[in-house]
């Protein structure tokens, strides 16, 4: 008996789940160099926010392509639709980049995942539907957003319309190498790079520096001695200006989940990496929120951690964060928890509650992750402990006293 090809068989059904999840990792890293590029803090916070959902559809990728037989990413995606996609990281200022990332590249996602809903068989592709009727809203609304904030923006429309053309050159994301089965559009013959005149661009680079717009200036936290001497309301409030000054570890990570694209890093490595910049993310956003609450705006970044941080090489730079800083501060967390439940003030302990405790975390995964970096290497994490103290000594040009400022 003959009957319909309905639905999508393993192979192709792989082949379009590893095309997605190239294009999500992508927005991963792109999104976690411009993250420190972009000027607004509020688009900071938000970005960050979105690139974790990205990493939870990267995840749920995986996990799905695990079933199916895997196989190696972006030895599978076209070298055009890579081209094309991976493009946009050099955009030559932040509205082109968001431009071109979410309403050129993201809709272009989400017509392909729209597609493989639409083809799915419930029975056969159940698994599918399921995980594709979650990722779908979740990026239509990450386009609204971006459709709203770009709404009386004229810039970076050239450079949007040069990634729309160089993914029309490239066939779109449906296209494969070997073709099987696939639509292909018009130019599909030309490479991304033949068919698309981009605008001019400048290589994209890690900023020395945080890059904010003039409301956050470069300027100290109050050392933490000084703030126990205050009275509490006015504690507080400069307890929650360290809050909001997290942005410099969530920008600390967000060079590391950059790089690790490129230094072969384990995806589920990646994975951690995302969430624990997302915790960051969160913990300035922690201050933003309170601070306004008590009535003052965030206006200052002490940017010396990010600026050490960033000068050391990758593997000591996770070592700075994890088990430098972030164990330094740590023995202050349980107290600041409890001063808050006895003063009574338990919408600020709210916060550090959930910021304790996201904190024991990184500590701890952060010596895992460094013992897993370490694999073939003949030193131990006592050794990198040791040689990120040293670039400490290097970058600062005198000895270390105090790991932080404040
Ligand atoms: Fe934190
Ligand atoms: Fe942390």
């Known amino acids: 008996m003959k009957t319909d090809a309905r639905g999508w068989g393993a192979f192709e059904l792989a082949d379009r789940h590893r095309t997605a999840l190239f294009v999500e990792q992508e927005s991963i890293r792109q999104q976690s160099g411009w993250f420190l590029r972009i000027a607004a803090w509020e688009t900071k916070h938000r970005t960050g926010y979105q690139l974790f959902n990205d990493s939870d559809h990267a995840q749920w990728l995986v996990e ?17 639709v890579i081209d094309a996609v991976t493009r946009n990281l050099d955009a030559p200022g932040e509205s082109a980049f968001i431009r071109g990332l979410y309403l050129v ?8 995942y729209q597609e493989t809903l639409d083809r799915a068989d419930a029975a056969a592709n159940a698994f599918d539907v399921r995980m594709l009727r979650r990722i779908i809203p979740e990026l239509e609304e990450q386009i609204e957003w971006a459709r709203n904030l770009l709404d009386d923006d004229a810039d970076g429309r050239a450079w949007a319309e040069s990634i729309e053309r160089a993914l029309d050159a490239a066939g779109g994301l449906s296209r494969t190498e070997v073709g099987a089965g696939t639509e292909v559009g018009s ?26 717009d003039n409301r956050i200036t470069d300027k100290p936290i109050m050392p933490h001695d000084r703030k126990m001497e205050l009275s509490f309301d006015d504690a507080v409030v400069e307890q929650f200006r360290v809050f909001f000054n997290e942005i410099y ?22 994975r951690w990496f995302t969430r624990h910049f997302w915790d960051e993310v969160r913990h300035s956003q922690f201050g933003a929120v309170r601070l306004i609450e008590l009535g003052q705006e965030p206006d200052r970044c002490d940017q010396t951690l990010y600026r050490n941080g960033v ?14 800083l972030e164990k330094h501060y740590m023995p202050r967390k349980k107290p600041r928890f409890e001063l808050y439940g006895n003063e009574g003030d338990l919408r600020s302990q709210l916060f550090a509650d959930h910021d304790w405790s996201d ?24 050794d990198i402990e040791a040689e990120t103290m040293a670039h400490l000594e290097r970058i600062t040009g005198k000895p270390v006293t105090s790991v932080s400022p404040f």
């Open 105 to 112: 590249i993201k809709p272009r996602l989400l017509a392909f």
């Open 359 to 382: 904190e024991m975390n990184h500590v701890r995964n952060g010596r895992d992750w460094l013992e897993t970096l370490l694999e073939d290497d003949a030193r131990a994490v006592s």
């Open 64 to 80: 799905r392509l695990e079933n199916l037989r895997g196989g190696s990413v972006r030895a599978t995606v076209s070298t055009a």
């Open 311 to 324: 000068q050391m090489p990758f593997l000591h730079r996770i070592c700075y964060l994890t088990l430098v």
């Open 187 to 212: 130019g599909a013959r030309q490479t991304g790079h033949d068919a698309c005149d981009a605008p001019t661009t400048v290589k994209f680079t890690l900023p020395a520096a945080i890059v904010f």
């Open 249 to 270: 570890a969530a920008s600390i990570l967000a060079t590391v989940v950059h790089q690790a694209f490129d230094q072969n890093v384990p995806w589920p490595m990646i």
